[in-house]
């Protein structure tokens, strides 16, 4: 079972680790910035520092829960901000948008849970602790 648990980490964190660096591209700055986030310039790059952050610390189960808040700060503006489905007109981009905002619904579930459970057994915490 231990194993089940780090593979749930892997798995869980390769899209934060494999997304943050395109925070730091023009191109992700300006989408965002179009999306109305404000301080675009900076805010992004910010944002793709904490989704790293927080999934490196979460994939190594070193303060695993702090890395869980770490993520929770990226998504709820994100997804409240970016995947706001409700304001798009065009039916296929408020689809698209309604299913990014369901997937970080998710993993905000589950960075929740990790945030109060840990990181389990085989991680950098469950190694001080046991």
Same mark, same amino acid.
């Not at 798995?11 to 943050?20: E, K, P, R, S, W």
């Not at 992700?28 to 610390?57: D, E």
């Not at 929770?72 to 948008?97: E, G, S, Y």
């Given at each position: 079972? !231990?194993?089940?648990?780090?593979?749930?980490?892997?798995?869980?964190?390769?899209?934060?680790?494999?997304?943050?660096?395109?925070?730091?591209?023009? *191109?992700?700055?300006?989408?965002?910035?179009? !999306?109305?986030?404000?301080?675009?310039?900076?805010?992004?790059?910010?944002?793709?520092?904490?989704?790293?952050?927080?999934?490196?610390?979460?994939?190594?189960?070193? !303060?695993? !829960?702090?890395?869980?808040?770490?993520?929770?700060?990226?998504?709820?503006?994100?997804?409240?901000?970016?995947?706001?489905?409700?304001?798009?007109?065009?039916?296929?981009?408020?689809?698209?948008?309604?299913?990014?905002?369901? *997937?970080?619904?998710?993993?905000?579930?589950?960075?929740?849970?990790?945030?109060?459970?840990?990181?389990?057994?085989?991680?950098?915490?469950?190694?001080?602790?046991?």
């Amino acid at each position: 079972m !231990k194993y089940l648990v780090l593979l749930g980490r892997i798995l869980y964190t390769v899209i934060f680790l494999q997304a943050a660096p395109g925070h730091f591209t023009a *191109k992700t700055i300006a989408f965002a910035a179009g !999306k109305g986030v404000p301080m675009a310039q900076l805010a992004v790059p910010l944002s793709g520092v904490i989704a790293f952050v927080g999934g490196l610390s979460v994939l190594l189960g070193y !303060k695993a !829960k702090l890395g869980a808040w770490l993520i929770v700060l990226f998504l709820v503006p994100v997804t409240i901000m970016i995947h706001n489905f409700w304001a798009i007109a065009d039916p296929a981009q408020a689809q698209i948008q309604y299913i990014n905002f369901m *997937k970080n619904l998710s993993m905000l579930g589950a960075a929740l849970l990790i945030a109060h459970f840990g990181s389990g057994p085989l991680s950098l915490d469950g190694r001080r602790s046991g």
